[in-house]
């Protein structure tokens, strides 16, 4: 009986493993060369922050229609899409940005923010 309980609790440790590492080659976040005219302001668009955060909406006065405005509200806008403590959470309304969206956007800013 012993035996059978240790069997069970080896197999499930091999099995734990086996989809953890799996998940670690399936899930790859692309975060090298991310610039803004093909990786964020993508990303920006997509999650509906330019609808609401544009010349004619501005929420919170912060416009992200374009590379310097995006740029000039950088910290603000990495701490709202994380939901840092201190900061509205965003996308309003929506869920939060996928993990991987987030560090991509990180990495932009750790790269020095490359335009093209
Ligand atoms: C449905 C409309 C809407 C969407 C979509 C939206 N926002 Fe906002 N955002 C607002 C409003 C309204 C405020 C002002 C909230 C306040 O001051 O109470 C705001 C505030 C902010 C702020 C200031 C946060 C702070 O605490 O300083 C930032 C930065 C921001 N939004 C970025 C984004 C980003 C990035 C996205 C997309 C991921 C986004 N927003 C999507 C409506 C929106």
Redo the contacts with the bound molecule.
């Keep these: 009986m012993h035996k059978i309980v240790l069997l069970l609790l080896v197999l499930s440790w091999i099995f734990s493993k086996c989809t953890y590492d799996n998940e670690e080659d399936y899930y790859v976040c692309d975060t090298v060369d991310v610039n803004y005219t093909t990786v964020v302001r993508p ?2 668009e997509d ?7 544009n010349s004619t ?1 501005s ?2 006065d ?1 416009i ?1 229609d374009s590379y310097d405005n995006l740029v000039q ?1 950088s910290d ?2 990495l ?3 994380q939901h840092l403590p ?3 959470p ?5 869920p939060m ?1 996928d993990e991987c969206a987030i560090n991509k956007i990180k990495a932009w800013k750790n790269d020095g923010f490359p335009e093209n």
């Design positions: 990303l920006i999650n509906g922050c330019i609808s609401c955060h909406f929420n919170g912060i992200l509200h603000a806008v701490g709202a899409i201190g900061f509205e965003m996308p309003q309304g929506n940005m």
